[in-house]
């Protein structure tokens, strides 16, 4: 069955770097596009980044774009989310999730928290 | 950036009761690529709906979607007692996939 694990969340200073892992088994892993979403404590779900397949294109929310960078592994089934400059307003909790037919959302991790603070 | 809006924020319902959720968009979508997700407390969202209207696996089929261009809407024939959760409506375009704020279905 598919699995998405998350990992390497935590509590880190602002302006300070974290490094995210998702961890894929059961589905071919090379073949998917792959995404992650963010959720703010008591908020709504919004979208950070998605990497093709290939890895020949990623794209990423405004909110993101140019501190965040989105990378894969493939030889060991793994996704990554590189965050830097972080900010206070990053507090979230992470979910990996696969990018599945009419590009869905198919299946989540259950999410790693990162807490931004002083 | 399209922008979808959900309404109502919340609402509050009894069990067997009908539930219908809104999600607006600022533009025009494609069907295809619109999809709804459940989330229940402590859990990560589950896909419902994709298409607008076609059902995931596991989805049971008192769950309906439905809607074209800028109005969509997601539909709970009788409500069980674990439908009681958060539900998103989504969309892809252009590269960049936007959520919906949320609706909160509540138990009256």
């Known amino acids: 069955q598919v699995q998405l694990v998350e990992s390497g969340g935590g509590v880190v200073q602002p302006g300070r770097s974290l490094r995210l892992s998702c961890a894929a088994s059961?589905?071919?892993?090379?073949?998917?596009?792959m995404h992650w979403v963010r959720q703010a404590p008591g908020k709504g779900l919004e979208w950070v980044a998605v990497?093709?397949?290939?890895?020949?294109?990623?794209y990423y929310g405004e909110s993101v774009k140019g501190r965040f960078t989105i990378s894969r592994d493939t030889s060991k089934n793994t996704l990554y989310l590189e965050m830097d400059s972080l900010r206070a307003e990053d507090t979230a909790v992470y979910y990996c999730?696969?990018?599945?037919?009419?590009?869905?959302?198919?299946?989540w991790g259950q999410g790693t928290l990162v807490t931004v603070s002083s | 950036e399209i922008v979808l809006t959900q309404s109502p924020g919340t609402v509050s319902l009894s069990p067997g009761e009908r539930a219908t959720l809104s999600c607006r968009a600022s533009?025009?979508?494609?069907?295809?690529?619109l999809a709804w997700y459940q989330q229940k407390r402590g859990q990560a969202p589950r896909l419902l709906v994709y298409?607008?209207?076609s059902r995931a696996t596991g989805t049971p089929d008192r769950f309906s979607g439905s809607g074209s261009g800028t109005e969509f809407t997601l539909t709970i024939s009788r409500l069980e007692p674990e439908d009681f959760a958060v539900y998103y409506c989504?969309?892809?375009?252009?590269?960049?996939?936007?959520f919906g704020q949320g609706t909160k279905v509540e138990i009256k």
């Open positions: 999730a696969r990018n599945g037919r009419d590009m869905v959302l198919d299946y």
């Open positions: 533009q025009s979508v494609t069907s295809t690529y």
């Open positions: 298409g607008a209207s």
């Open positions: 989504q969309q892809y375009g252009s590269s960049l996939w936007t």
């Open positions: 990497l093709w397949s290939d890895a020949s294109k990623k």
């Open positions: 059961g589905f071919t892993f090379s073949i998917f596009g």
